[in-house]
């Protein structure tokens, strides 16, 4: 079964930590993605990459900067966290829109 | 940009009833995906829908692609406690590198 892995289902950091939020996926997808979803907003796109080393921004990347070294592993940085980022973040990946896109678990994020 | 809306935010219903949910723009989608999010995870898809009038079910869940090509209906029939959750619809935006527009989802509650 095709799969994403988020490396943290719950984290809480303390304001102005650099937070790092780790996506890994096990089906050669070129295609991933980052979701911020907060109650009553659905999901927000902050970041998305189509290739190695290369990024996006997406709706909302203020606050968020993103690393994609390998193909399979795509990062989301806070670089210095804030209590209005306390959310959940959903990574995804996909190999072609269409057929839409595989979800991980989450992290639930909490800054305190 | 393209939107898919999504209402109401919030549905309550009995156990054993069936329930319908639709989702509406006001641009045209070549592509219609339902997604069911459970409480702690990530969102899954449930159902594709790639041709207009379509019609496709997955178990108690029927999904249907709107003639217009502007809407489509989800319909889960026979309710049980775990059909609990947030249902979403998608599309693929137009352009390039297409990524998914998704509507903000409806959260479902079923009463026991």
Known sequence: ?112 | GQQLNQSPQSMFIQEGEDVSMNCTSSSIFNTWLWYKQDPGEGPVLLIALYKAGELTSNGRLTAQFGITRKDSFLNISASIPSDVGIYFCAGPATGANSKLTFGKGITLSVRP
């Not at chain 1, 304001?15 to 890994?24: P, Y």
């Not at chain 1, 990946?93 to 678990?105: K, M």
Request: aromatic share 12%; charged share 25%.
């Open chain 1, 1 to 112: 079964d095709v799969k994403v892995t988020q490396s943290s289902r719950y984290l809480v950091k303390r304001t102005g930590e650099k937070v790092f939020l780790e996506c890994v996926q096990d089906m050669d997808h070129e295609n991933m993605f980052w979701y911020r979803q907060d109650p009553g907003l659905g999901l927000r796109l902050i970041y998305f990459s189509y290739d190695v080393k290369m990024k996006e921004k997406g709706d909302i990347p203020e606050g968020y900067s993103v690393s994609r070294e390998k193909k399979e592993r795509f990062s989301l940085i806070l670089e210095s966290a804030s209590t209005n980022q306390t959310s959940m973040y959903l990574c995804a990946s996909s190999l072609a829109t269409a057929n839409g896109y595989t979800f991980g678990s989450g992290t639930r994020l909490t800054v305190v």
